[in-house]
Nanobody
Framework: QVQLVESGGGLVQAGGSLRLSCAAS????????MGWFRQAPGKEREFVAT????????YYAESVKGRFTISRDNAKNTVYLQMNSLKPEDTAVYYC?????????????????WGQGTQVTVSS
């Protein structure tokens, strides 16, 4: 069992930055691929970024490529999402998730554990 707790969300102006963190419980964190997803009001949950268990591979949605960076610290059981050049369309609840597989994964249904989410609001 893995429990995930996100933090770092908030209100920021367009062009600003935020860093989300996701702390995981359990001693098997390093064996999970991790992902960030987001869900805006009235929209389906969408993939944002994913990182392999080792941190050696990452993959991003086109909408955030070049602006967001996913990273992980297996010693701290934490995955991060650095978000720069934020836009109003980035406003959403951001969720981290853990997948019981080594490589990157973009499909939400293949993730085994989810956090409760953290709100990110970008004002224009």
């Amino acid at each position: 069992q893995v429990q995930l707790v996100e933090s770092g969300g908030g209100l920021v102006q367009a062009g600003g930055s935020l860093r989300l963190s996701c702390a995981a419980s359990g001693r098997t964190f390093s064996t999970y691929a991790m992902g960030w997803f987001r869900q805006a009001p009235g929209k389906e949950r969408e993939f944002v970024a994913t990182i392999s268990w080792s941190g050696g591979s990452t993959y991003y949605a086109e909408s955030v490529k070049g602006r967001f960076t996913i990273s992980r610290d297996n010693a701290k059981n934490t995955v991060y999402l650095q978000m720069n050049s934020l836009k109003p369309e980035d406003t959403a609840v951001y969720y981290c998730a853990a997948a019981r597989r080594p490589g990157v994964e973009t499909t939400p249904s293949l993730y085994n554990y989810w956090g409760q989410g953290t709100q990110v609001t970008v004002s224009s």
